[in-house]
C-alpha cells in the first residue's frame, strides 16, 4: 500500500524478553518519527531520522530502547529486556520533508503487551 | 520547552451539536499549529493545520485559528455527525526548538444520533 506500514500489528510478550518493531514508511519520505502511545497519554517522541544525518535520540526512555533506519527506509526500534511498563502502542510516522515543514503520516501502530 | 494543553475529554454530544476543543501551547518562535484525528480502527491522521499567526486551518467542516496572543489553536464545527467520533490531537512543531511535534493527550469526542 501507499501509507506507513507497520509490524507486527500486535505483540505479546513476557518481561525481559527483547522485542523489534518495524516501520516501512511512505516511500520518498527522508523524515521518519517514533512515537509511543500509553493509555490515557499524549504522544510521546522517542526518536526522528532525517535522511543520512545522525538521529535524534533524545526521546528514548532509557538505554533499552534502540532504533535504526536501514538505507533511509525501514526502521526497526527495538525494546531489550522489556518491562511491563514498556507496555503501549507504539507509532511511526513519516514526512517529506525535515520536522515542522508539514504532515506527519502515521502508521496505525503496534500494540506491544509486557505480561 | 515545548507544549501543548489541551481539553480532557471524553466528550460526548449529540448529532448537529456545536463543537469545541480548546487547545493552548507554550513555544518559543514561531511554531506550527496542527490537529490530528484518530478514528476508531484507524491511524492519525491530519485534520488541519496553520503555520503562522492568524492563519485559519479548515477541512471536513471543522476549523482552527492561530491566536497567538492568546496562544491558542481551539477546534470547532458548527455541527457535528455521528461519523466525526474519533479522538482528536492538539499538536505544534517547531523548528527553532528541534524535530519533535509536540502533542497533547488527545480529546476522545463521541456523537450520539
Known amino acids: 500500500g501507499a501509507g506507513v506500514s507497520q509490524s507486527p500489528s500486535n505483540k505479546v510478550t513476557e518481561k525481559g524478553k527483547d522485542v523489534e518493531l518495524r516501520c516501512d514508511p511512505i516511500s520518498g519520505h527522508t523524515a521518519l518519527y517514533w512515537y509511543r502511545q500509553s493509555l490515557g497519554q499524549g504522544l510521546e517522541f522517542l526518536i526522528y531520522f532525517q535522511g543520512n544525518s545522525a538521529p535524534d535520540k533524545s526521546g528514548l526512555p532509557s538505554d533499552r530502547f534502540s532504533a535504526e533506519r536501514t538505507g533511509g527506509s525501514v526502521s526497526t526500534l527495538t525494546i531489550q529486556r522489556t518491562q511491563q511498563e514498556d507496555s503501549a502502542v507504539y507509532l511511526c510516522?513519516?514526512?517529506?520533508?525535515?520536522?515542522?515543514?508539514?504532515?506527519?503520516?502515521f502508521g496505525e501502530g503496534s500494540r506491544l503487551t509486557v505480561l | 520547552g515545548d507544549s501543548v494543553t489541551q481539553m480532557e475529554g471524553p466528550v460526548t454530544l449529540s448529532e448537529e451539536a456545536f463543537l469545541t476543543i480548546n487547545c493552548t501551547y507554550t513555544?518559543?518562535?514561531?511554531?506550527?499549529l496542527f490537529w490530528y484525528v484518530q478514528y476508531p480502527g484507524e491511524g492519525l491522521q491530519l485534520l488541519l493545520k496553520a503555520t503562522k499567526a492568524d492563519d485559519k486551518g479548515s477541512n471536513k467542516g471543522f476549523e482552527a485559528t492561530y491566536r497567538k496572543e492568546t496562544t491558542s489553536f481551539h477546534l470547532e464545527k458548527g455541527s457535528v455527525q455521528v461519523s466525526d467520533s474519533a479522538v482528536y490531537f492538539c499538536?505544534?512543531?517547531?523548528?527553532?526548538?528541534?524535530?519533535?511535534?509536540?502533542f497533547g493527550t488527545g480529546t476522545s469526542l463521541t456523537v450520539i444520533p
Open positions: 513555544a518559543t518562535g514561531y511554531p506550527s
Open positions: 499538536a505544534l512543531s517547531n523548528t527553532d526548538t528541534g524535530n519533535q511535534f509536540y
Open positions: 510516522a513519516s514526512s517529506l520533508g525535515p520536522a515542522g515543514t508539514g504532515e506527519l503520516f
